[in-house]
T-cell receptor, first 112, second 112 residues
C-alpha cells in the first residue's frame, strides 16, 4: 500500500471548517483513500473513502486532486467532539485479503 | 444495529501466562481483523480472517494466533505473555474486507 504523509497536529475553531490534508504521491490506480479517526482510548471510526471522485457523507467530505497524489478531508462545522487523531490510509481494494496500515495521523484539536 | 463487541474490556495477566480475547462482529460481516495499539508502535495489523480462514497476517511472532468460527465470531490468543504485549487490542469487522471497517472498543491488556 502507498505511504501517506499528514501534518502532526492542527487546530480549528469550533463551528469552523476543519481541512485535513494528506499526501499520497505514490498512490496506484487501484488504491482507495480512506479516512478514519480515533478519539482517545476508543477504537478507530471509519469516516469516508474514495477512489478519484469527491465524496460526501453525513460526517465529512473528501476532496481528491485530479492527479490523486493528495486529498483533503473536510469537516464542515467542527465541534469539540471532533477532537481526535485523524488517519489517512491508502490501500488497494481487493478480495484477497486486506489490511489497514495506520501512520501517525493528525491530531486535530477543536478549540471553543 | 449492534456494533463490534469485544470482551473482556480490561485484563491483567502475569508474564508467561496465555490470554484469549473475543470479538463478535456486526451481524452479516464476514471479515474480522485484529490490531495491536501501543504508544510506541501505534496501530499495527495482526491478522485478518474471512469465512473461517486466515487470509492476511502481519509481522507478529507465532505466539499471536487467532481463529474464526462459523458464525464469524473471532478469538485471538497470545501465549507466553511478555511485558511488551501490554496494549490495546482492537477488532474490526466488515462485510468482505474491502469496504469500511467498524472497530470495537478494544480490550486493554496489561502484563505484569
Amino acid at each position: 500500500d502507498a505511504k501517506t504523509t499528514q501534518p502532526t497536529s492542527m487546530d480549528c475553531a469550533e463551528g469552523r471548517a476543519a481541512n485535513l490534508p494528506c499526501n499520497h504521491s505514490t498512490i496506484s490506480g487501484n488504491e482507495y483513500v480512506y479516512w478514519y479517526r480515533q478519539i482517545h482510548s476508543q477504537g478507530p471510526q471509519y469516516i469516508i473513502h474514495g477512489l478519484k471522485n469527491n465524496e460526501t457523507n453525513e460526517m465529512a467530505s473528501l476532496i481528491i486532486t485530479e492527479d490523486r497524489k493528495s486529498s483533503t478531508l473536510i469537516l464542515p462545522h467542527a465541534t469539540l467532539r471532533d477532537t481526535a487523531v485523524y488517519y489517512c490510509i491508502v490501500r488497494a481494494s481487493t478480495t484477497s485479503g486486506s489490511r489497514l496500515t495506520f501512520g501517525e495521523g493528525t491530531q486535530l484539536t477543536v478549540n471553543p | 444495529k449492534a456494533g463490534v463487541t469485544q470482551t473482556p474490556r480490561y485484563l491483567i495477566k502475569t508474564r508467561g501466562q496465555q490470554v484469549t480475547l473475543s470479538c463478535s462482529p456486526i451481524s452479516g460481516h464476514r471479515s474480522v481483523s485484529w490490531y495491536q495499539q501501543t504508544p510506541g508502535q501505534g496501530l499495527q495489523f495482526l491478522f485478518e480472517y474471512f469465512s473461517e480462514t486466515q487470509r492476511n497476517k502481519g509481522n507478529f511472532p507465532g505466539r499471536f494466533s487467532g481463529r474464526q468460527f462459523s458464525n464469524s465470531r473471532s478469538e485471538m490468543n497470545v501465549s507466553t505473555l511478555e511485558l511488551g504485549d501490554s496494549a490495546l487490542y482492537l477488532c474490526a469487522s466488515s462485510f468482505e474486507g474491502i469496504d469500511g471497517y467498524t472497530f470495537g472498543s478494544g480490550t486493554r491488556l496489561t502484563v505484569v
